[in-house]
């Protein structure tokens, strides 16, 4: 009897949550068909048989790998291995570049006291706030100065010069490593340097990774800045750009599944560094939040 | 008050940036679009390597590889260095605005980039060969590159308009003579024909045919809030809620036709996949004539070309202009048709018995007589005509007159 008395509250409290949980899941599974719906599209459309830039039905009526090959192999058009080698170098030296300015910087921002160091550090972030594409000419002009203009190594100095523009969030991280660490490290004879090396940085691998992440993706997604700099030099541009030229009026129709194809391959190595530094990254946000 | 400092300081910064950016657009290039072409020898001195970079879209690099081997063979007394890049001809004049320096000696361009590149004084007027070069191409495509009496580009093309195309198994020659005949062909068998009046390029054609938006002293004249605009607003109200009449440009009419759809208006760059699909039943003529305000009217067209321009800063401006006379001469504009399917601007090309077999240059000739030069449509027209369109498409429009006045308000704003 007793029993029944406190059995039917929690039942009825049981059935709430249900319910709860319920519609909840429900509406997240709406919104992750919105979000994956354009993904899948994608996919399917990369595997499409058929050409053609638009098809009113959803379902591909033949699939088939071939687009892939032609990407990879058919070269004399669009030369996307080529252009996909040039994104990759870009990528792999603007990230180690932009990785290293910005926990340098967090770091001076964050363990060193000096004049003018607030000052410069608002200056900092006001300026990171600015789209780097309003000084584009003026990059274009000095980088034309310096010869630099269509080459790679002129592309590597767009997208790491600015790094150290964007420090908030590492210094957030570095804030929160006790400074009595720094200081046990001083007493043994250790300068700042050393500190920075051989005691943060270990310390420091969620924030590593999320920077690598995030500046590893820049090159793989800027088109308004390779354009500029590049002009017309096929053999230099990166896979945003040469895409684009698929999908240009007289093409499009020919070429728009292999462009597909191609936005599906570009995933890939970002994938790839995405899962093997999974868990790390995860890390990386939360820690710098919730500790900062 | 750390603060006011450290925001001044950011403001000057970004001031310089911006300094940076006026002071490249400002300076006037060296040279000017109208320097001479120099008393060098043709093709510079002997033994000497002219070097020339040439820009083209991707799809025209091999045509261009062609033209550049061909042009060597029939110069064999001097060594070009020929280099090749990638800019598209509707991208060419925003790539040469950035740095002329860096830009193309010899580069493909539309036609609605030639004043603002005539007036940045960034092309090199055509001073070698021009009486030969107005007479061999159509007038009108010389007329666009004409400016002021100076010849400032090569014609390449005459084939940037559109014309409409038809399923021969649905609308009868006949029929599609008349805006009437194809709805009421397209309504008889339950089809769809598209008229895209939400594309800005297109909507001007039922003004066109009104007599409205012409050109006069090279500016066009935006009044069509008048009677004429009124009817022309009304007719493809008419158009719209003809039961026949599908929504669509580019996408819906190559996806539809043979199947959905009966016809739609379209251009040369939709040709392949619309003949492919409608294999022997493939139709293409000149837009219909339209009951406007209660007259039978033939429905008008925007126009435009592509043309070859040399750069006012060519290090070699008698090599870049000489091939780009070779660029565009007979011989290469019909290997452009041959390779690529352009429409030549070339007399000779365009009489050409392959040209002449080809139905849609062949549509797009016959639209040209009703057609006008885009060349210089205010900048301020397209948005809001696009929107108009749409407002048309989805029966917005109640008091036409009011909406017109609007529009023609935002254009003259706009400019």
């Known amino acids: 009897m007793k029993k029944q008395n406190i059995g039917t509250p929690a039942y009825h409290l049981t059935f709430r949550t249900r319910a709860f949980n319920f519609i909840s899941h429900v509406a997240l599974t709406v919104l992750s068909v919105i979000w994956l719906f354009p993904v899948f599209w994608l996919l399917l459309n990369s595997f499409r048989e058929e050409s053609g830039a638009y098809t009113s039905y959803f379902l591909p009526k033949g699939l088939t790998f071939q687009n892939y090959i032609n990407l990879f192999t058919n070269t004399g058009l669009y030369d996307f291995p080529l252009w996909f080698m040039n994104t990759l170098i870009v990528a792999i030296f603007s990230c180690l570049i932009t990785t290293m300015f910005v926990l340098m910087t967090s770091y001076v921002f964050s363990r060193l006291r000096f004049p003018a160091r607030r000052p410069m550090m608002n200056i900092m972030l006001v300026l990171g706030m600015f789209p780097g594409f309003m000084s584009m000419v003026a990059v274009y002009h000095v980088l034309k100065l310096m010869n630099l203009t269509q080459t790679l190594t002129g592309l590597v100095i767009v997208y790491s010069a600015g790094a150290a523009l964007s420090y908030y969030i590492a210094k957030g991280f570095f804030d929160t490593i006790p400074r009595a660490l720094d200081e046990a490290a001083t007493i043994d004879g250790a300068s700042k340097n050393t500190v920075f090396w051989r005691i943060t940085l270990p310390m420091s691998r969620p924030i590593i990774t999320f920077t690598l992440l995030s500046s590893f993706i820049a090159p793989w997604v800027d088109f308004i800045f390779v354009s500029v700099l590049m002009k017309g030099k096929a053999d230099k541009f990166t896979v945003a750009l040469g895409l684009r030229q698929m999908i240009e009026r007289e093409t499009v129709s020919a070429y728009f599944t292999q462009f597909c194809a191609g936005a599906v391959v570009v995933s890939i190595p970002l994938v790839i560094l995405f899962l093997m530094t999974q868990k790390h990254y995860v890390g990386g946000i939360t820690g710098g939040a919730t500790k900062g | ?415």
């Not at chain 2, 060597?72 to 320096?101: C, H, I, K, W």
């Not at chain 2, 009046?197 to 909507?203: D, H, L, M």
């Not at chain 2, 399917?341 to 040209?368: F, H, R, T």
């Not at chain 2, 989805?394 to 529009?407: R, Y």
Request: charged share 15%; net charge negative.
């Open chain 2, 1 to 415: 008050m750390k603060k006011l400092i450290a925001l001044t300081l950011a403001a000057l910064m970004l001031l310089a940036f911006m300094a940076g950016c006026a002071t490249s657009s400002d300076s006037p290039p060296p040279g000017g679009g109208n320097a001479s072409p120099g008393s060098a020898s043709p093709g510079g001195a002997p033994g000497e390597v002219i070097d020339l970079l040439v820009w083209g879209p991707q799809e025209g690099q091999a045509f261009l590889q062609k033209a550049i081997e061909e042009f060597q063979a029939a110069n064999p007394g001097t060594t070009y260095n020929f280099t090749l890049g990638v800019v598209g001809e509707d991208m060419a004049q925003t790539r040469l605005s950035e740095d002329p320096e860096a830009g193309a000696d010899v580069f493909s361009f539309v036609d609605d980039g030639l004043r603002n590149l005539v007036n940045a004084g960034m092309l090199y007027e055509v001073t070698r060969n021009a009486d030969d070069i107005k007479s061999r191409n159509v007038e009108s495509s010389v007329d666009i590159v004409t400016l002021d009496g100076k010849l400032w580009a090569y014609p390449q093309t005459a084939d940037n308009g559109y014309f409409f195309f038809y399923d021969k198994s649905v609308i009868s020659e006949e029929d599609v003579k008349s805006l009437d005949g194809i709805i009421a062909a397209s309504n008889a068998a339950g089809k769809k024909f598209t008229y895209p009046i939400g594309v800005a390029w297109v909507t001007a054609s039922w003004f066109l045919a009104q007599g409205q938006l012409s050109l006069v002293d090279g500016q066009q004249v935006c009044d069509f809030n008048n009677a004429n605009g009124v009817a022309a607003v009304e007719a493809m109200q008419a158009m719209v809620n003809s039961g026949a009449w599908g929504n669509g440009w580019v996408d819906e009419l190559v996806e539809g036709i043979g199947t959905t759809h009966s016809g739609g208006v379209g251009g040369i760059w939709m040709v392949a996949d619309i003949s492919a699909k409608l294999g022997d039943n493939f139709g293409a003529t000149k837009l219909p004539t339209a009951k406007i305000g209660g007259k039978e009217v033939q429905l008008s067209s925007f126009f435009g070309c592509k043309h070859v321009g040399v750069n006012s800063q060519t290090k070699n401006p008698v090599a870049a202009m000489e091939f780009a006379d070779f660029l565009t001469s007979e011989a290469m504009q019909l290997l452009n048709f041959e390779m690529r399917g352009m429409g030549p601007s070339n007399k000779n090309a365009g009489a050409s018995a392959e040209v002449q077999a080809d139905i849609a240059l062949a549509a797009l000739a016959l639209q040209s007589n009703y057609a006008v030069s885009q060349r210089d449509v205010l900048g301020g027209y397209w948005s809001p005509v696009e929107a108009l369109g749409n407002m048309i498409i989805n029966n917005e429009v109640t008091n036409i007159q009011a909406a017109l006045d609007e529009v023609v308000a935002q254009i003259t704003e706009a400019n």
